[in-house]
């Protein structure tokens, strides 16, 4: 392993129940007189909204609201969130809610004034380097699920519906100026997106830590995040009103999306294709293929595992951290296999041709092709873990 890699941990994050409540001045602190509010169709209906407006009124920042986002959002939705900020002139973006959200307005920000196409600046190779950085406008990030991190990250999940592939934006200056975590908006998750979404947490710590790179920061956050899942997931399923298990929640996910800068792997590989064909939760696709990767990984990571596994007080073996993931799915009903989840094994060959591709694959501590994918989905759509 070559001991060398480009770190960085910068976003400024108000981490804390209420903190809301400094949404106003946090958009005025980032320099925004007027900007769009970004969130999704189901949450602008929703208190969470009220009250962020709130706070903005209060602190005397006007905001238009886009809500035009659809949970795995499309370019088309992207591009109806430029055309009003560009008629109405916005000087920021507030990105509130899921991931889903989240990427949307980033996005629509990173998208302001750049003169090329979306699909110029997918996450492949130097391809950010494009960018016009002045034509970046400033975000702030309110999550509103604790799992994807998107609030402390520096790209967005866009699907091409052309192609049916979610494709990767990526850029620096795409991280939020400022991202305020306050668990009270995620109390109101139906338990089977509290679930979906903390597991997406635990695949990204997991993905990170198993990764090949050198980058013991992104080790060090991973562990902990996977230990704050295990204490708590199960409890903020379980209570959704729990506010101490949703603010740990909440940490492990911006600590899983601060991690996953040493790289992913192929649980996302897998569950990218599934996603962008089946509009599955990204975070429950995660969930299902979890275990199988885990173990057709075992060769690679079966030690570090062990070191995980003592460090979350299980037995220090890998079949201890495998049997505590297999109990944790079981408790928050997360589905064993693809079939159960109500995907169709009809476009194993497409999913397979594609999940090697994902810029997520080459995180995986064993390199995988076409061949091996087609086994890991043949794996979970059979429930076999294949060990
Ligand atoms: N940018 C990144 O680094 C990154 C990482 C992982 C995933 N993603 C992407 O993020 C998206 C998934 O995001 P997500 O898992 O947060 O889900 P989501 O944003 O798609 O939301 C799922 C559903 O939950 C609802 N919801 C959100 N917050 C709620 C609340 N507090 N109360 C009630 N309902 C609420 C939404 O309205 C939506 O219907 C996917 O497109 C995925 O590809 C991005
Ligand atoms: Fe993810």
């Not at 799992?147 to 850029?171: L, M, Q, Y």
Request: contains cysteine; proline residues 6%; glycine residues 10%.
């Amino acid at each position: 392993m070559r001991l060398e890699g480009n770190w960085s941990y910068p976003t400024s994050v108000r981490f804390g129940a209420g903190r809301i409540a400094e949404l106003g001045e946090a958009a005025k602190s980032a320099g925004m007189a007027r900007p769009l509010f970004v969130t999704d169709a189901q949450l602008v209906a929703t208190p969470i909204i009220d009250r962020a407006r709130e706070t903005l009124a209060a602190a005397g920042v006007a905001v238009a609201v886009f809500a035009e986002v659809k949970a795995n959002p499309v370019a088309a939705n992207i591009e109806a969130g430029l055309a009003v900020l560009r008629t109405g002139r916005h000087d920021g973006v507030i990105a509130c809610g899921g991931g889903s959200a989240l990427d949307a307005g980033k996005v629509i920000a990173f998208m302001a004034g750049q003169r090329r196409s979306l699909w110029d600046f997918e996450d492949i190779a130097d391809w950010w380097t494009r960018a016009d950085p002045s034509g970046i406008l400033p975000v702030i990030a309110v999550p509103t699920t604790a799992g994807t991190g998107s609030e402390v990250g520096r790209a967005g999940v866009i699907t091409d519906a052309t192609v049916n592939a979610k494709k990767v934006i990526f850029h620096p200056l795409m991280m939020p100026r400022i991202a305020i975590c306050d668990p009270t908006l995620t109390v109101g998750m139906p338990p089977v997106i509290t679930a979906g979404t903390g597991m997406d947490a635990l695949a990204h710590c997991l993905e990170a830590y198993c990764g090949p790179n050198y980058h013991p920061l992104a080790d060090g956050i991973a562990l902990e995040g996977i230990r704050l899942v295990k204490d708590n997931l199960a409890r903020a399923y379980r209570s959704g009103g729990d506010l101490e298990a949703r603010a740990h929640m909440m940490a492990a996910a911006a600590m899983g999306a601060s991690a996953f800068q040493k790289g992913l792997g192929a649980v996302h590989a897998l569950s990218h294709p599934v996603g962008a064909l089946y509009d599955t939760h990204h975070g429950m696709t995660n969930a299902v293929v979890l275990p199988y990767v885990l173990a057709f990984n075992r060769p690679a990571i079966e030690r570090r595992i062990a070191r995980l596994a003592a460090y979350l007080g299980l037995q220090p073996t890998f079949a201890a951290f495998l049997a505590w993931v297999l109990e944790l799915r079981r408790e928050l009903g997360v589905p064993h296999t693809l079939r159960e989840f109500g995907v169709g094994d009809d476009k194993i060959e497409a999913m397979s041709a594609m999940a090697p591709k994902d810029p997520t694959a080459a995180g995986n501590p064993v390199p995988i092709n076409a061949m091996v994918c087609r086994q890991l989905y043949c794996n979970a759509f059979a429930g076999e873990l294949g060990l």
